[in-house]
């Protein structure tokens, strides 16, 4: 009897112990009273009593000086459905925090706009702000021919072109130089003061933006310098890491004004505006391309020199290309945004199951313990016992098998959420370079 005595405690309290270390280290223990009362019975779970919470010695209130006792208590004369709800009221485990986590699991992988959508419709990442100053020169000779036209009139085609394409989002502002008076002498007072911005900074509107440039005709003199300063004090405020400020100078020619161009560009540039200033020189001269280069350099921008509408064209489309490479990057950013996040999500439903088969475990190892010790000490019939096990075993199962199932159905959607979201990137981004190639 000692010896059966000495035996039969010894699986208890092995199990029970090491059970005690580890329900004690479980980092799911609830450190508050969570609120349950929307919980729904899972379907392969409703034949089970789990929704009443721990039982009397369940999760770290196992304690073995106290089970025994009450096992002790138990009628050999108990029926399996009562032994089986004894041991449950006793040694239950709590599983509605799990069951709670994968009901209320968000598959969702990011939020993020489905895409650029069409080229002339890419969005302006939510956060960061772009404006745009277009610089338009309006001096007497404009109004000369190149190869496709009058120069003017090619201008104005190119800057509503690229105008039109702009990021949906961006803050467009047209400003013209020099076209007031003429190129006499007796004018060019006048006409380096003319100055204006005919299309105040803002969203574009492509009614409001024609109409601005419709009226516009070349006439007088070159304030180039005046027009970068102008250009600043119009971006002056929009500052800081989420703002692009870019300013685009349009003119057939250098400085006829007595400003200092090079000196503006370079005060814009390293103001804490940050504006970066772009030239396009518009069928000018060798020496004048030599100025407007040092005025893009000093702006921290490029100089391109172009001929004719074709090549302004081009110009104009290449930084369109330029530009919507940028947006195509940020949305790649945000497509390995959704991998790690989707990542993640998968790693904490993983978390999830481990811990929710664990403690399937705790509570089988318990319940096992408590019938070997009923068995081997009580002496309990072993037709009973038997039954009983079975059916811990089934619960056991079915615990398990709920949890696998459900942490594989999540995951699924997780990843079915992310592939479909990144190859919807890819697919836009196909499509509207496919667009540009064309």
């Given at each position: 009897?000692?010896?059966?005595?000495?035996?039969?405690?010894?699986?208890?309290?092995?199990?029970?112990?090491?059970?005690?270390?580890?329900?004690?280290?479980?980092?799911?223990?609830?450190?508050?009273?969570?609120?349950?009362?929307?919980?729904?019975?899972?379907?392969?779970?409703?034949?089970?009593?789990?929704?009443?919470?721990?039982?009397?010695?369940?999760?770290?209130?196992?304690?073995?000086?106290?089970?025994?006792?009450?096992?002790?208590?138990?009628?050999?004369?108990?029926?399996?459905?009562?032994?089986?709800?004894?041991?449950?009221?006793?040694?239950?485990?709590?599983?509605?925090?799990?069951?709670?986590?994968?009901?209320?699991?968000?598959?969702?992988?990011?939020?993020?706009?489905?895409?650029?959508?069409?080229?002339?419709?890419?969005?302006?990442?939510?956060?960061?702000?772009?404006?745009?100053?277009?610089?338009?020169?309006?001096?007497?000779?404009?109004?000369?021919?190149?190869?496709?036209?009058?120069?003017?009139?090619?201008?104005k085609s190119s800057v509503q072109d690229f105008v039109s394409n702009m990021p949906e989002g961006a803050h467009i502002s047209l400003q013209v130089y020099g076209h007031k008076g003429s190129n006499s002498k007796s004018d060019k007072q006048i006409s380096c003061n003319s100055i204006e911005?005919?299309?105040?900074?803002?969203?574009?509107?492509?009614?409001?933006?024609?109409?601005?440039?419709?009226?516009?005709?070349?006439?007088?003199?070159?304030?180039?310098?005046?027009?970068?300063?102008?250009?600043?004090?119009?971006?002056?405020?929009?500052?800081?890491?989420?703002?692009?400020?870019?300013?685009?100078?349009?003119?057939?020619?250098?400085?006829?004004?007595?400003?200092?161009?090079?000196?503006?560009?370079?005060?814009?540039?390293?103001?804490?505006?940050?504006?970066?200033?772009?030239?396009?020189?518009?069928?000018?001269?060798?020496?004048?391309?030599?100025?407007?280069?040092?005025?893009?350099?000093?702006?921290?921008?490029?100089?391109?020199?172009?001929?004719?509408?074709?090549?302004?064209?081009?110009?104009?489309?290449?930084?369109?290309?330029?530009?919507?490479?940028?947006?195509?990057?940020?949305?790649?950013?945000?497509?390995?945004?959704?991998?790690?996040?989707?990542?993640?999500?998968?790693?904490?439903?993983?978390?999830?199951?481990?811990?929710?088969?664990?403690?399937?475990?705790?509570?089988?190892?318990?319940?096992?313990?408590?019938?070997?010790?009923?068995?081997?000490?009580?002496?309990?019939?072993y037709e009973l016992i038997s039954e009983v096990e079975s059916r811990i075993y089934e619960r056991k199962e079915a615990l398990s098998d709920y949890s696998y199932e459900t942490k594989e159905q999540l995951q699924t959607e997780v990843q079915n959420n992310r592939d479909n979201l990144q190859?919807?990137v890819r697919n836009k981004r196909d499509e509207e370079q496919e667009k540009l190639n064309n």
């Open positions: 009897m000692l010896l059966a005595f000495t035996t039969g405690c010894g699986l208890l309290t092995e199990s029970g112990s090491q059970s005690v270390k580890k329900a004690e280290a479980d980092p799911s223990a609830e450190q508050k009273k969570p609120d349950y009362s929307g919980l729904k019975i899972p379907e392969q779970l409703k034949s089970l009593d789990i929704m009443k919470g721990p039982g009397e010695y369940g999760g770290t209130s196992y304690d073995l000086k106290k089970i025994r006792p009450q096992l002790d208590k138990i009628s050999a004369a108990i029926s399996p459905d009562q032994l089986e709800a004894r041991l449950i009221q006793m040694m239950g485990e709590d599983y509605r925090r799990h069951i709670k986590k994968y009901q209320d699991f968000d598959t969702s992988v990011i939020d993020i706009e489905a895409g650029p959508g069409s080229v002339k419709n890419i969005q302006v990442p939510e956060g960061q702000e772009v404006n745009i100053v277009i610089l338009l020169d309006a001096s007497g000779s404009m109004a000369d021919k190149v190869d496709g036209g009058v120069k003017m009139d090619l201008a911005e005919i299309y105040p900074l803002g969203a574009y509107d492509q009614t409001r933006f024609q109409s601005s440039l419709k009226s516009l005709k070349p006439a007088g003199w070159t304030p180039l310098a005046g027009a970068i300063q102008k250009a600043e004090k119009t971006l002056a405020g929009h500052t800081g890491d989420n703002t692009q400020n870019v300013v685009y100078v349009v003119s057939d020619g250098i400085e006829t004004c007595d400003g200092d161009p090079v000196a503006a560009a370079d005060k814009l540039h390293h103001s804490n505006i940050q504006a970066v200033v772009n030239i396009i020189g518009f069928d000018v001269d060798n020496e004048g391309q030599q100025a407007l280069l040092e005025v893009a350099n000093a702006g921290g921008g490029e100089y391109q020199t172009v001929k004719s509408k074709v090549d302004l064209e081009a110009y104009f489309e290449g930084e369109f290309k330029r530009l919507y490479d940028e947006w195509q990057k940020w949305a790649e950013v945000h497509e390995e945004k959704a991998s790690i996040i989707a990542a993640h999500k998968l790693d904490h439903l993983d978390i999830n199951h481990e811990d929710m088969k664990r403690l399937v475990e705790w509570e089988y190892n318990h319940f096992k313990d408590a019938l070997t010790y009923l068995k081997e000490e009580r002496k309990f019939e190859d919807h």
